[in-house]
Antibody
Framework: EVQLVESGGGLVQPGRSLRLSCAAS????????MHWVRQPPGKGLEWVSV????????DYADSVRGRFTISRDNAKSSLYLQMNSLRAEDTALYYC??????????????WGQGTLVTVSS | QSALTQPASVSGSPGQSITISCTGT?????????VSWYQQHPGKAPKLMIY???KRPSGVSNRFSGSKSGNTASLTISGLQVEDEGDYYC????????????FGGGTKLTVL
């Protein structure tokens, strides 16, 4: 059974940093691209970032480009999101999501339960 | 990357059929078959219901179907059931130039 477990969320002041982690199990992690998708409270889904199977292709939504960095450790079956210069509008539930391919096609067949990031002073 | 356009809400009675539209552009939905649909119940993670326009993952009811015409994709749910109530989101690949994904704003389905 595929499992994705996010951690690292919490309350942080504007301008500070936070690092999210996603522990994967139940599938061959390095066979798939991985994504972060976020959902502000009471709002819709927003794609945040993607990393392909070997970290050779990475991309970001315009809203986080230059502030967030995605990475993965295939040996540890883990996905990360380093979030710097956080803003109030980054407040959201952050989901780790598995792509159906090695190269990203933006089809997410498994999701974690999310980790909540709240940016407030 | 602009969000795909979905109706804010749709409703139907048990047993009826409903269709949710998702309108993009010639750069995303119009150019690729990489459209997917997700169901989300309150407090839960999204669940993949349809991918690559009209494919169903294992375990998803055949009451769910998808289609595409031009820049618009659609999700049809037939034989509505109470448990189908929830939020539905479409998503598309944004194109090779951007390598980004884009979601629709979401549609709240109410089963009356």
């Amino acid at each position: 059974e595929v499992q994705l477990v996010e951690s690292g969320g919490g309350l942080v002041q504007p301008g500070r940093s936070l690092r999210l982690s996603c522990a994967a199990s139940g599938f061959t992690f390095d066979d798939y691209a991985m994504h972060w998708v976020r959902q502000p409270p009471g709002k819709g889904l927003e794609w945040v970032s993607v990393i392909n199977w070997n970290s050779g292709s990475i991309d970001y939504a315009d809203s986080v480009r230059g502030r967030f960095t995605i990475s993965r450790d295939n040996a540890k079956s883990s996905l990360y999101l380093q979030m710097n210069s956080l803003r109030a509008e980054d407040t959201a539930l952050y989901y780790c999501a598995k792509d159906i391919r090695r190269g990203q096609v933006f089809i997410f067949d498994s999701w974690g339960q999310g980790t909540l990031v709240t940016v407030s002073s | 990357q602009s969000a795909l356009t979905q109706p804010a809400s749709v409703s139907g009675s048990p047993g009826q059929s409903i269709t949710i539209s998702c309108t993009g552009t010639s750069s995303d939905i119009g150019s690729y078959n990489l459209v997917s649909w997700y169901q989300q119940h309150p407090g839960k993670a999204p669940k993949l219901m349809i991918y690559e326009i009209n494919k169903r993952p294992s375990g998803v009811s055949n009451r769910f179907s998808g289609s595409k015409s031009g820049n618009t994709a659609s999700l049809t749910i037939s034989g509505l059931q109470v448990e189908d109530e929830g939020d539905y989101y479409c998503c598309s690949y944004g194109g090779s130039r951007t390598s980004r994904g884009v979601f629709g704003g979401g549609t709240k389905l109410t089963v009356l």
